[in-house]
């Protein structure tokens, strides 16, 4: 019995032993803790501190301090390294690390690592040539999507099309397969094969496109044009035709080809008609001046006017509101138009600070379309058609 109660009274004995031992193992934690954070130099978090106020350059003189007390410092040096390159010194940047790439400790990871850095900094120098040997030597490493990925962005600036799907097929997997990127370079291989006028290597970049991604409307508009351009106009209203079941918003950048190739078909009522469908079918697109032009020349001025307020009233807008004042304002009194005429003035003017292009990604806005977005640098991200902004 007395054995007993002695195992169900040791838990509550051993109770204070529990808890000294849980207090001297909190006591050496947290004196580790002091003593690792007594290690760190003072002007690390006076660098810390200056980086969150976004003071960069006392940041950097702070870093500079501690590493001269802190030598063979890798990660430190690093670090200042891409500090000078956000700062735009590159030169001191490039100083830096190509002096830590010269330490015998600096080598397998870590040596790569220095790489990239140092090709950044040789690419915000302007010194491209340089980057580009650099990462193309961090091709073969754990670098490699890194270093492929800088790749690519400079041979889209440079226009290098050829190298571009190169290394965006290299940088293809299963989550991201750069295909819509892959179409858009050989669309503007074909643009530049068209403007002169080489047909035939035009159409097999448009074909390239197409099997990149059957999607790309882009592709169609240039097949169509460069059917046009030889006289095959059938076959580029097909092309243009195709773009509606791609994305039926592109349509408005080809309203007037298509109506042109039926034109010169001898069909161009039948173009007209195409386009007022697209339209009535298609309420977003911005058809109504190629309509109104093109019904004024075929059916006069009465039945055109007619024709496009009914495609206002359907879908009414600024652009719409500023048409339908111009088509009105002839059967107005006098003191009447001279007001409606102020009006369409003011809306005028407000037409051309409000209704522009922009960029879905990153907000950029531009009276020009674009179809690679200069601030951001992602490709057909632009709306097709102007929106109010």
């Not at 179409?183 to 403007?195: G, I, K, T």
């Not at 448009?206 to 351009?229: F, P, T, W, Y």
């Not at 409606?340 to 379309?369: E, P, T």
Request: aromatic share 10%.
């Amino acid at each position: 019995m007395e054995m007993e109660m002695w195992w169900l009274l040791m838990p509550i004995v051993l109770l204070p032993v529990f808890f000294a031992m849980g207090w001297f193992a909190a006591r050496v934690d947290m004196k580790t803790v002091l003593k690792q954070a007594k290690s760190v130099p003072t002007g690390f978090y006076a660098s810390l501190d200056a980086l969150v106020d976004k003071n960069t350059g006392r940041a950097a003189r702070n870093l500079a301090e501690v590493i001269d007390q802190q030598q063979n410092s890798y990660d430190l040096n690093l670090t200042l390294g891409k500090l000078y390159r956000q700062r735009g010194e590159n030169d001191k940047a490039i100083a830096m690390h190509k002096t830590l790439l010269q330490s015998p400790d600096t080598v397998g990871e870590k040596r790569e690592r220095v790489l990239y850095e140092l090709g950044l900094n040789y690419q915000s120098a302007g010194l491209v040539d340089r980057a580009e040997q650099i990462f193309l030597e961090l091709q073969s490493g754990n670098m490699a999507k890194q270093a492929n990925e800088v790749l690519l962005n400079i041979y889209q600036q440079d226009r290098d099309w050829e190298k571009a799907i190169a290394t965006a097929q290299l940088l293809s997997h299963d989550e991201q397969t750069y295909q819509f990127e892959i179409a858009q370079f050989y669309c503007e291989m074909a643009q530049a094969a068209l403007f002169q006028s080489d047909f035939d290597t035009a159409r097999e970049y448009v074909q390239a496109a197409l099997n990149a991604n059957k999607k790309c409307s882009r592709a169609n508009m240039i097949l169509g044009d460069i059917e046009q351009k030889q006289g095959n106009f059938g076959v580029a209203i097909s092309a243009y035709s195709a773009i509606e079941k791609q994305n039926h918003a592109y349509l408005s950048m080809v309203g007037e080809r298509l109506y042109d190739a039926y034109e010169a078909m001898g069909k161009a009522s039948d173009g007209l008609n195409v386009l007022i469908g697209y339209q009535k079918t298609f309420p977003t697109l911005d058809l109504l001046n190629v309509i109104y032009d093109k019904a004024l020349l075929l059916q006069g001025e009465q039945s055109a006017n007619q024709t496009v307020i009914e495609l206002i009233r359907a879908k009414p807008d600024l652009n719409g509101m500023y048409r339908l004042l111009g088509l009105q304002m002839s059967d107005l009194n006098p003191q009447w138009k001279a007001d409606a005429d102020m009006m369409r003035g003011v809306i005028g003017r407000q037409l051309q600070k409000a209704w522009m292009y922009r960029c879905r990604n990153c907000h950029f806005k531009s009276q020009v379309y674009f179809w690679h977005c200069p601030a951001c640098n992602k490709w057909e991200t632009f709306t097709p058609n102007k929106i109010e902004i």
